[in-house]
């Protein structure tokens, strides 16, 4: 399977609720990162977070990652509306120029 | 403050019809370039990348193809397109800076071939 797997794959929440999205990969990183896409609309990074580094906070997303599980996931708190997008993790093994992303999670937030 | 262009936003093709997708990056030198193709409710896969004039490195292979001919300037091209080629195009740029390759995309364009 993919390099940067995201689980699950469709989210639904109320408006004011946490949201959570996982992504699993299978080879050592450097480091790893999230991004958002709206519908239609090229993806735009949030957040990255280093190999050597367990959690990250930037406003109301929270990053954290155990490579020894090969696992990350993002945290939305307290979620808008404007929140619902698709949301992508991507790694850098650092050998080359390239990432890699997963197939994304749809983030649905109702009203 | 670096921008980044693509275009056209929407293009409809009939098959066998040549392609043209241009992207160009102002704001920044020497950037890594990066083509994407995304299905319909699906993931990015990595078309071409490069990482300077005339470099291009291939992901899949495929009936389309890529050019670099000015720093700051990625084409991809077709010759003859299929129905397998529509999608969303995403072009995308990364700095060198201290081997951080975090990516900026474009608006992308979306392609349908009939």
């Known amino acids: 399977s993919q390099q940067g797997e995201e689980d699950p794959q469709a989210l639904s929440i109320q408006e004011g609720e946490n949201a959570t999205m996982n992504c699993s990969y299978k080879t050592s990183i450097n480091n790893l990162q999230w991004y958002r896409q709206n519908s239609g609309r090229g993806l735009v990074h949030l957040i990255l977070?280093?190999?050597?580094?367990r959690e990250k906070h930037s406003g109301r997303l929270r990053v954290t990652l155990d490579t020894s599980k090969k696992s990350s996931s993002l945290l939305i708190t307290a979620s808008r509306a404007a929140d619902t997008a698709s949301y992508f993790c991507?790694?850098?093994?650092?050998?080359?120029?390239?990432?890699?992303f997963g197939k994304g999670i749809t983030l649905s937030v109702r009203p | 403050s670096q921008t980044i262009h693509q275009w056209p936003a929407t293009l409809v093709q009939p098959v066998g019809s040549p392609l043209s997708l241009e992207c160009t990056v102002e704001?920044?030198?020497?950037?890594?370039l990066y083509w994407y193709r995304q299905a319909a409710g699906r993931g990015l896969q990595l078309l071409f990348y490069?990482?300077?004039?005339?470099?291009i490195s291939s992901e899949v292979p495929q009936n389309l193809s890529a050019s670099r001919p000015q720093d700051r300037q990625f084409i991809l091209s077709s010759k003859k397109l299929l129905l397998s080629d529509s999608g969303f195009y995403l072009c995308a740029w990364s700095t060198k800076y201290r081997g951080v390759k975090t990516q900026y995309f474009g608006p992308g364009t979306r392609l349908l071939v009939l």
């Open positions: 991507a790694t850098d093994k650092g050998a080359n120029s390239k990432l890699t």
């Open positions: 704001g920044t030198s020497n950037p890594n």
């Open positions: 490069s990482v300077g004039i005339g470099q």
């Open positions: 977070i280093r190999s050597n580094e």
